[in-house]
């Protein structure tokens, strides 16, 4: 009974704060990974790349968007997107959907693109039902993550102060 006891709590914990994770390239490939893991990986200008390892619900999805608006306040310089993988997040509800859009504006707000990585396409539906990609012209979906950091190398957007380049190799 003890035992079930520690493992809601600790089911309850993962759900309430699923890691989020920043990412870099691995120098010389297209593999991402996790830049405190490996120190062979590096950021990539330009770019603050998070990955969510979770559930976006409604119980941590105001979580998640602070720990990336944390992230974006202390980048310097500031990035000219935010691209976040959610291969590693089985599932977005409605709540987490309205924390895309709020994060999407609160971006544009500071010349910031919302880039999204591995949305299924019910779930990329389900931002386009809520009328997000109509409100937000910083919100784009892309398959892989080298997939959206090709995208942003070829559309880069200006931003107040810094120019529209990508610094990819």
């Given at each position: 009974?003890?035992?079930?006891?520690?493992?809601?709590?600790?089911?309850?914990?993962?759900?309430?704060?699923?890691?989020?994770?920043?990412?870099?390239?691995?120098?010389?490939?297209?593999?991402?990974?996790?830049?405190?893991?490996?120190?062979?990986?590096?950021?990539?200008?330009?770019?603050?790349?998070?990955?969510?390892?979770?559930?976006?619900?409604?119980?941590?999805?105001?979580?998640?968007?602070?720990?990336?608006?944390?992230?974006?306040?202390?980048?310097?310089?500031?990035?000219?997107?935010?691209?976040?993988?959610?291969?590693?997040?089985?599932?977005?509800?409605?709540?987490?959907?309205?924390?895309l859009d709020?994060?999407?504006?609160?971006?544009?707000?500071?010349g910031i693109?919302?880039?999204?990585?591995?949305?299924?396409?019910?779930?990329?539906?389900?931002?386009?039902?809520?009328?997000?990609?109509?409100?937000?012209d910083n919100?784009?979906?892309?398959?892989?993550?080298?997939?959206?950091?090709?995208?942003?190398?070829?559309?880069?957007?200006?931003?107040?102060?810094?120019?529209?380049?990508?610094?990819?190799?």
């Open positions: 009974m003890i035992g079930l006891a520690f493992l809601l709590l600790d089911l309850m914990r993962r759900i309430a704060a699923p890691r989020e994770l920043v990412l870099g390239r691995v120098p010389h490939t297209t593999h991402y990974t996790t830049l405190t893991s490996h120190p062979e990986a590096a950021p990539v200008p330009g770019l603050l790349i998070c990955q969510v390892e979770g559930a976006l619900l409604f119980a941590n999805a105001l979580n998640v968007q602070a720990a990336i608006l944390q992230r974006v306040a202390a980048a310097k310089p500031p990035p000219m997107a935010v691209v976040v993988d959610l291969a590693a997040t089985p599932a977005l509800d409605f709540t987490a959907v309205e924390m709020e994060l999407t504006g609160q971006l544009a707000e500071r693109c919302l880039e999204l990585v591995a949305l299924t396409d019910s779930e990329w539906d389900a931002l386009v039902r809520r009328g997000l990609s109509a409100r937000h919100l784009s979906s892309h398959h892989t993550l080298q997939e959206a950091v090709d995208w942003l190398a070829r559309h880069p957007a200006p931003t107040a102060g810094r120019p529209a380049v990508l610094g990819l190799e």
